[in-house]
């Protein structure tokens, strides 16, 4: 964790309003390839078990979204906007950034009222722990360079690239 993370901040009203005219199914959809690309495979079998036919939803509340997914026994799929999910977690988008990048504690967040958790709380404690447990560096920009995402996925392909200029380079 950093030891000094950014001020909090809020998207302004204006920006809320305009993202919360999106349609939700959408943004479920994306939310959940980024979460099966990323976290689905790293999962314990029995964190699966335990989210098999459970209704979930992140709220981001200062942009006013809602993205509402399942887990089906193989992957997370996205589902209709639900009233009462079995576990929602709410924040600000900038929370739920830092939190990816691993630069806030939730516990932290949790107890300042920034994080909040709904519903089914011992489901709440396992994705918890189950995230904390996981190697998570998938918000890390230089996880997502180009060459990055190339060493990854077809190491192969990347032989055959010119190197990085000096000023595309990740800096350490």
Same mark, same amino acid.
């Given at each position: 964790?950093?030891?000094? $993370?950014? *001020?909090?901040?809020? +998207?302004?009203?204006?920006?809320? !309003?305009?993202?919360?005219? &999106?349609? /939700?199914?959408?943004?479920?959809?994306?939310?959940?390839?980024?979460?099966?690309?990323?976290?689905?495979?790293?999962?314990?079998?029995?964190?699966?078990?335990?989210?098999?036919?459970?209704?979930?939803?992140?709220?981001?509340?200062?942009?006013?979204?809602?993205?509402?997914?399942?887990?089906?026994?193989?992957?997370?799929?996205?589902?209709? $906007?639900? *009233?009462?999910?079995? +576990?929602?977690?709410?924040?600000? !988008?900038?929370?739920?950034? &830092?939190? /990816?990048?691993?630069?806030?504690?939730?516990?932290?967040?949790?107890?300042?009222?920034?994080?909040?958790?709904?519903?089914?709380?011992?489901?709440?404690?396992?994705?918890?722990?189950?995230?904390?447990?996981?190697?998570?560096?998938?918000?890390?920009?230089?996880?997502?360079?180009?060459?990055?995402?190339?060493?990854?996925?077809?190491?192969?392909?990347?032989?055959?690239?010119?190197?990085?200029?000096?000023?595309?380079?990740?800096?350490?």
């Amino acid at each position: 964790m950093n030891a000094t $993370p950014p *001020a909090p901040f809020t +998207l302004p009203r204006p920006v809320g !309003a305009v993202l919360a005219r &999106l349609p /939700a199914y959408p943004g479920s959809m994306l939310l959940v390839a980024a979460i099966n690309f990323a976290l689905a495979r790293q999962l314990p079998q029995d964190v699966k078990d335990i989210l098999q036919g459970k209704r979930l939803a992140i709220r981001v509340r200062d942009a006013r979204l809602g993205f509402d997914f399942s887990w089906n026994g193989q992957r997370f799929a996205p589902s209709a $906007p639900q *009233a009462n999910p079995d +576990l929602a977690i709410s924040a600000n !988008a900038q929370d739920f950034l &830092l939190l /990816a990048q691993r630069r806030q504690d939730p516990d932290t967040l949790f107890f300042n009222r920034r994080l909040v958790m709904e519903g089914d709380t011992e489901l709440g404690l396992v994705v918890k722990n189950a995230l904390d447990a996981l190697e998570l560096p998938v918000l890390a920009p230089s996880h997502w360079s180009p060459r990055a995402v190339l060493e990854r996925k077809a190491p192969h392909l990347l032989r055959q690239l010119p190197p990085l200029p000096s000023f595309l380079k990740p800096r350490p």
